[in-house]
């Protein structure tokens, strides 16, 4: 699990990161990285282009 809310483990054994977003039942990958910071910036960059309401940066609610 991540700290952070689009962020999930991937390649466990390689502990990479893949960055989601969740919408309407569809999902969109964005990439897959080394550190789950990296994915959460780049979901983080998402929001902000696309002038989102709720950014991805926030940590996940499971772990509030």
Known sequence: ASRFKG??????GQRRFLARLNKDGKSTNLGCFHTEEEAALVLAE???VHHKAEPHLQPSRALV
């Open 7 to 12: 962020v999930y483990t991937f390649e466990r």
């Open 46 to 48: 998402h929001d902000v």
